[in-house]
């Protein structure tokens, strides 16, 4: 790692911003000499674009040297979470308009009589149907009547709205009638952000498509003027190179796609991160691994498996039972409101709770000194020793210890009746236990299991949790990669340029024509081809993906199934058929081989590849190693005990150390509980075996 102390040349630069709930984390990297610079500030929630600029400068390499700048976003789920989108209208198919409300009737929790529905982004009066149908094949049944359309839209414009969302019944089959109903809003409003559902999802499920093309519609227009906004600060700061987005896909998309479809950046930073520890998993020559992202505000999990990033089709935004699902392809990512910033409070009752609420970048943990005044996880990680009050973040930010422990004893350890320190133990195990949780929703919950797996921990505070969550896990190894405060901004690095499409195609596999299958998934990648080519230099590497959705004759539910090429060149329906065997087996432990399969929507990705920052291989090094000692408590050891404290830039390859110990980084502390222990890997990755509990 280098921290901002090698001289900056004319050589060029790609610029990574991940901006989190609390930090926002900067690398520039140099294309000539392979070396990186970091920067690491507060986010700046009124305006994120200071936090960016703040971030870059600390970093060290101008905007003007830049020839990429990457960039990843909360913004679109922040939206989603907190209400505050535009004021959106719905148009669509007359008599349907209540779909988005009625939506699957699920009742997860039958005897809950509080039980609430989900609450729709777009209010029942500012939803409008319009007279058009399409049947199911895409043909016209009733046409699009033109004069409704317009008195509704000076209607609309008259009362404000700032968007528009047009979801037309089966517009997936033809897209005629919204093609044509957008064309008439642009011209009456050229100025309102306006989006039709199958530029965003053409898969069936009506639901699902207007919900997603809601959110759509929704986020928009902030989402539009947040890009609009960096762009033009990039301008001004004689930046002349491309601006790109990490999609939900763990793919990149440039910025005039991303103002359009900007549902695509839902999970955008926490997908890079997970793209980054499918990088890691490549130099190290594993084929399973967990990536376990904690930062201020949340922890996320995503897989690895067999070499592969583990996809999903849709999210639930809000969770199962109340949250509005979004259909598109993603990255198979969970998330629980646990995070360094979370907040520990004892709730009626007596019992200790800690998160979702975070005390996010402003106040702050009490340790910050900002004026927040709720004990979070990093202020029990300060008392218990794990974290330095001198040396947070390289040493630019100073910890308050008395202010952390005012806030813990105060508002946990003397309303429980408990001492301080065993409050700030029984947070961290409670932040531990439910972050495992998270795991298990993408191991356990898809039929793998999570003890075959090693842990990529990464965040600010993953190095700090992870040798717990394993713990809870039976999971054996954890990896820490290098620079891990930084590593979904590594992620942007590492991504490629990625176009993802989804067409529905109901067939039984008996019935495959491979001519008409052949002729889908060439126009969906003739389609992404185009998107992709224009940044992709002659000679650089595009690829191809096919997959498809499938169920058994009679099931409603589809499973997604990756389908090698070869497949298709072979026409090979039973190789087809077996693929989605081995998937339903894995996913559900059963399969039904004499069954008839078919399939429900096709899948295709379009993936240009882009040159990746290469890891230098470490040479072992002879030299004794420095250390500090300091007290931290383990409860293993039966409280605070004299801990060897090593800087992470004096460990070279083939060192082994024993816990208990502490590695300090700039923006991130790695934790070895009694028992774990500690090889260094030639790419100066953290190899930690895991102790058991006792």
């Not at 646990?338 to 907040?343: K, L």
Request: net charge negative.
């Amino acid at each position: 790692m280098n921290l901002n102390t090698v001289s900056i040349t004319d050589s060029k630069f790609r610029v990574a911003a991940d901006v989190g709930g609390t930090f926002t984390d900067i690398i520039s990297f140099d294309e000539n000499t392979g070396e990186s610079f970091y920067g690491k500030t507060l986010t700046t929630p009124t305006n994120l674009v200071d936090g960016i600029v703040h971030g870059v400068k600390k970093a060290g390499p101008t905007l003007d040297k830049a020839r990429i700048f990457l960039h990843g976003t909360t913004v679109a789920i922040n939206t989603i979470l907190e209400r505050s989108g535009a004021k959106t209208a719905l148009i669509t198919t007359r008599g349907f308009k209540d779909i988005y409300e009625i939506g699957r009737i699920n009742r997860p929790d039958a005897y809950n009589l509080f039980f609430t529905k989900h609450e729709p982004l777009i209010k029942r009066s500012w939803r409008y149907e319009i007279t058009e149908r399409m049947n199911a094949q895409g043909e016209v049944v009733v046409n699009l009547d033109e004069i409704e359309l317009r008195q509704l839209v000076k209607h609309l414009k008259h009362n404000g709205i700032e968007s528009i969302a047009i979801l037309f019944l089966h517009s997936y089959a033809n897209a005629a009638h919204e093609l044509r109903a957008k064309e008439i809003i642009n011209d009456l409003c050229p100025e309102m952000f306006v989006t039709t559902s199958h530029e965003i999802s053409k898969e069936y499920r009506e639901f699902e498509r207007t919900s997603t093309i809601a959110a759509n519609a929704y986020i928009g227009p902030r989402v539009k003027s947040y890009l609009a906004q960096i762009d033009g600060k990039l301008a001004q700061e004689s930046f002349d190179g491309t601006f790109f987005v990490i999609q939900s896909s763990g793919g990149l998309y440039d910025v005039v796609r991303a103002q359009v479809d900007c549902i695509q950046m839902l999970e955008s930073g926490p997908a890079a991160g997970v793209i980054g520890a499918k990088a890691v998993c490549e130099r190290l020559g594993l084929k399973n691994a967990i990536a376990f992202d904690m930062g201020g505000t949340t922890a996320k999990a995503g897989v690895v498996h067999d070499g592969q990033v583990v996809m999903a089709g849709n999210i639930m935004v809000g969770g199962y039972a109340t949250g509005l699902p979004i259909q598109i392809p993603l990255i198979d990512i969970q998330e629980v409101g646990t995070g360094g910033g979370s907040i520990a409070r004892v709730e009626v009752g007596g019992g200790l709770r800690v998160g979702p609420q975070s005390a996010g970048a402003a106040p702050g943990p009490a340790c910050y000194g900002n004026g927040g005044l709720e004990p979070t996880v990093t202020d029990a990680n300060l008392v218990l020793g794990r974290l330095s009050a001198d040396n947070f973040l390289g040493g630019e930010m100073r910890l308050d210890t008395g202010l952390a422990e005012k806030a813990l004893n105060e508002l946990v350890a003397i309303p429980l009746g408990i001492e301080m320190l065993q409050a700030a133990e029984g947070i961290l195990r409670i932040a531990a236990s439910t972050m495992s949780h998270v795991v298990t929703r993408v191991t356990t919950e898809r039929g793998l299991d999570a003890g075959d797996f090693m842990m990529v921990a990464y965040g600010g505070a993953g190095p700090l949790h992870a040798s717990l969550v394993a713990r809870e896990l039976r999971i054996p190894k954890v990896i820490i990669p290098p620079s891990p405060g930084h590593f979904s901004s590594y992620g942007m690095l590492v991504a490629d340029l990625r176009k993802d499409s989804v067409r529905t195609w109901f067939k039984p596999v008996s019935q495959i024509k491979f001519d008409e299958l052949e002729q889908i998934y060439a126009d969906m990648e003739t389609e992404g081809k185009e998107l992709i080519k224009k940044h992709v230099k002659p000679g650089e590497q595009l690829i191809m993906k096919r997959g498809a959705d499938m169920r058994y004759a009679g099931q409603e539910h589809s499973v997604t199934v990756e389908l090698p090429i070869e497949l298709f060149i072979n026409q090979d329906s039973k190789g087809i058929k077996s693929a989605f065997d081995q998937m339903h087996m894995q996913r559900y432990a059963f399969n039904s081989i004499q069954s008839q399969a078919e399939i429900v929507s096709l899948h295709s990705s379009v993936i240009g590849f882009l040159p990746k920052p290469m890891v230098k291989k470490q040479v072992p090094n002879t030299n004794s190693l420095t250390k500090k000692v300091r007290k931290v408590f383990f409860k293993q050891s039966g409280g605070f005990v004299d801990t060897n404290i090593y800087q992470r830039n004096d460990l070279s390859y083939g060192i082994k150390l024993a816990g208990p110990l502490l590695i300090e980084e700039y923006a991130s502390t790695t934790v070895l509980l009694p028992g774990d222990e500690l090889e260094v890997s030639e790419y100066g990755d953290l190899i930690i075996t895991i102790g058991s509990n006792q």
